[in-house]
């Protein structure tokens, strides 16, 4: 057999029993280079390698400094409830007072999720008796003076009785500032401040703020989150009603970095083109109730819910430091300051419905609105006009101010050229606005001004 005709022979043969089985090392079926190359470059197709997603900025809480949790809602409840039981009367006023009170703390309640809030406050007072027996027997003192024929003389008399077992507390050698007994002052605050007896509301306050700071500072009251946002809005409201600063925080303790604003954007405020070099601390303001206002208007849009922890702490830390910065009564800045502030308060202190409350802010706006230098820019025109929108809406809307607002409207929509109710609301809405608040002041003012020509509907 020629040695060709054997080597076919070889070939043909099999090389196993099974000719279905095949023996493969790893080498056999490791893809050369190129083809290596070809399927990872058909695998990540659409892809971007090595480029790490951007960090988020972590959110810490206004409350305890860089250190502090962020204000989020989970690990909240980490205390197991007491096993004193509550009386069946003792949780039905509870129940009742509690609604009540949490709307009062959000204006835009549409989009808090105020079911979480409301289960914030019931969890205190399960892990909190006489916390919770506190608060209902002041609220039942709420509901009765609501019920009786003679409101203030029943007010004076719990009002007496109540500064008089608080003096007893007091006088104690052994005091311990407890958690009821920061609330009872945080209600006499808020019934003199309601009655307008500002004098004694000051007087409470000051006193409040010595007590928490024998706990260890308003950072101390981190557990019963409610009692803490709680005593910062009375301080607040006063700092508001009588022109003074607030007393829970001052200019040394306060972080002036963007609380919500991601400070790598560096995108310019709209008042760059009015003033040459604007403070910092007034810009990361706006940025912060900028990025508030957009997470707010998309909740609304998408149904979403806005945490009530965050929605009080944002507003808060603006509060405060726009109380804390201080322009000349001439500097446009002093003018945006005292709008943002106006404009913060209606989200969080409700100032529609008690605008009269708010002379001090009001005085200092209408001083401050009337010194604005009118400049014939369009971006300083349409940060004019959000201004005395603004103004209009939150504090300034009393008979006595309608003339001259009326004649800056009309002058400011006519240098701007816009006619109808849609190009205003365009303008308004490049700046900090809520739909779901400010729209509706935008339709009254536009209702009530028959001479600003803006009654097209359009």
């Not at 043969?13 to 083809?35: E, G, N, Q, V, W």
């Not at 003339?403 to 365009?426: F, G, K, M, N």
Request: hydrophobic letters at 40%; aromatic letters at 6%; proline letters at 5%.
């Amino acid at each position: 057999m020629s040695h060709q005709k054997r080597q076919v022979t070889a070939d043909l043969a099999p090389s196993s029993p099974d000719p279905f089985l095949i023996a493969t090392s790893l080498d056999s079926i490791r893809p050369d280079a190129k083809s290596r190359k070809f399927i990872r470059r058909y695998v990540t197709k659409g892809k971007k390698l090595n480029k790490r997603a951007p960090r988020r900025r972590a959110l810490r809480s206004f409350f305890g400094g860089k250190d502090s949790a962020c204000p989020g809602d989970s690990g909240v409840l980490s205390r197991q409830p007491t096993l004193e039981i509550l009386e069946p009367g003792v949780l039905q006023v509870l129940h009742d007072f509690v609604p009540l009170m949490v709307k009062v703390m959000y204006p835009t309640e549409q989009c808090i999720d105020l079911a979480t809030e409301n289960q914030h406050w019931h969890d205190d007072f399960a892990n909190d008796t006489p916390y919770a027996q506190c608060v209902s027997s002041l609220a039942q003192i709420h509901f009765d003076v609501i019920k009786s024929h003679d409101p203030l003389s029943l007010k004076l008399f719990h009002t007496s009785n109540s500064i008089g077992r608080l003096r007893k507390q007091i006088a104690e050698p052994n005091l311990v500032v407890t958690d009821s007994l920061i609330f009872t002052v945080v209600a006499l605050t808020l019934m003199s401040e309601a009655s307008n007896e500002l004098g004694d509301a000051l007087t409470h306050l000051r006193g409040l703020k010595a007590m928490i700071d024998l706990r260890g500072g308003i950072g101390a009251l981190a557990r019963k989150r409610s009692l803490q946002i709680k005593c910062c809005r009375i301080d607040l409201a006063l700092a508001m009603r009588t022109g003074n600063n607030p007393l829970f925080f001052d200019t040394d303790s306060l972080t002036w970095k963007p609380y919500l604003a991601d400070q790598i954007k560096g995108q310019a405020s709209p008042w760059h083109a009015l003033v040459d070099a604007p403070d910092i601390r007034l810009v990361n303001v706006w940025l912060d109730l900028r990025e508030f206002t957009m997470s707010v208007n998309l909740a609304r849009q998408t149904k979403r819910k806005i945490s009530p922890v965050l929605f009080q702490e944002v507003l808060i830390s603006v509060q405060y430091r726009l109380h804390h910065l201080d322009f000349s009564s001439h500097d446009p800045q002093e003018t945006l300051r005292l709008t943002m502030l106006a404009f913060s308060a209606s989200l969080f202190l409700d100032v529609h419905s008690h605008p009269l409350r708010y002379e001090q802010l009001a005085s200092a706006l209408r001083k401050s609105l009337q010194a604005f230098p009118r400049k014939d820019d369009r971006s300083c025109l349409e940060l004019e006009l959000w201004l005395l929108f603004i103004a209009r809406m939150a504090v300034l809307n009393t008979r006595e101010d309608q003339p001259w607002l009326e004649q800056r409207l009309r002058a400011t929509a006519r240098d701007l050229r816009v006619s109808t109710r849609a190009e205003v609301r365009q303008v308004l809405k490049g700046f900090l606005w809520v739909d779901m608040l400010h729209n509706r002041g935008t339709e009254a003012i536009c209702d009530t001004t028959k001479s600003l020509d803006i009654v097209h509907p359009g």
